[in-house]
T-cell receptor, first 120, second 113 residues
Framework: GAVVSQHPSRVICKSGTSVKIECRSL??????MFWYRQFPKQSLMLMAT?????????EQGVEKDKFLINHASLTLSTLTVTSAHPEDSSFYIC????????????????FGPGTRLTVT | GQNIDQPTEMTATEGAIVQINCTYQ??????LFWYQQHAGEAPTFLSY????GLEEKGRFSSFLSRSKGYSYLLLKELQMKDSASYLC??????????????FGTGTQLKVEL
């Protein structure tokens, strides 16, 4: 089956530093990857849609200069949290959509295992 | 806009049947997903409905009524390991809905002995 990995799984950083999270599709190509944030006991909130070779599309209220997204290849997207603050502490989850079929499109998203970010 | 509603919490007994409802109002619709999420883990895919009716997959079934903006997830023969959060998500499709998944708040299911 389709596998998506994230690295690191857990990271603790000091306030003011930057953290990079990687999302990889291991056995399929993904033209589109999604980044979500989830606070405790809340649902997933979409932060941005990442398209290979183009700029990411950010959801309303998400600062694009703070959350830098780079989708450099069909198997890798990165999220960099710049100048992190304690309120950025959260569970960050990526997902990838498989390129399938003649239309190059598949309805299912495959989720990575998530990255727990703690900013002290 | 997108609005997806689910009950916050539900409790059921091991071996019983539980139905988790989801209502939605979205600007675009091209299918509804149900995911299971255990604490601290990523969501795992359970079902996808795009046409009206019931889709059965083992102990889990999912129902969709597009005219009513309504879906439910039915879990039979509940097991303790089914204790998790169940997320309803609507896919907006290539147009209108922005080609993205919008999640409901999730229903925390607790299975008791």
């Amino acid at each position: 089956g389709a596998v998506v990995s994230q690295h690191p799984s857990r990271v603790i950083c000091k306030s003011g530093t930057s953290v990079k999270i990687e999302c990889r599709s291991l056995d399929f190509q993904a033209t589109t990857m999604f980044w979500y944030r989830q606070f405790p006991k809340q649902s997933l909130m979409l932060m941005a849609t990442s398209n290979e070779g183009s700029k990411a599309t950010y959801e309303q209220g998400v600062e694009k200069d703070k959350f830098l997204i780079n989708h450099a290849s069909l198997t890798l997207s990165t999220l960099t949290v710049t100048s992190a603050h304690p309120e950025d502490s959260s569970f960050y989850i990526c997902s990838a959509r498989d390129m399938k079929g003649t239309s190059g499109y598949s309805y299912e998203q495959y989720f990575g295992p998530g990255t727990r970010l703690t900013v002290t | 806009g997108q609005n997806i509603d689910q009950p916050t919490e539900m409790t059921a007994t091991e071996g019983a049947i539980v139905q988790i409802n989801c209502t939605y109002q979205t600007s675009g619709f091209n299918g509804l997903f149900w995911y299971q999420q255990h604490a601290g883990e990523a969501p795992t895919f359970l079902s996808y409905n795009v046409l009206d009716g019931l889709e059965e997959k083992g102990r889990f079934s999912s129902f969709l009524s597009r005219s009513k903006g309504y879906s439910y997830l039915l879990l039979k023969e509940l097991q303790m390991k089914d204790s998790a959060s169940y997320l309803c998500a609507v896919w907006g499709g290539l147009t209108g809905g922005g080609n993205k998944l919008t999640f409901g708040t999730g229903t925390q299911l607790k299975v008791e002995l």
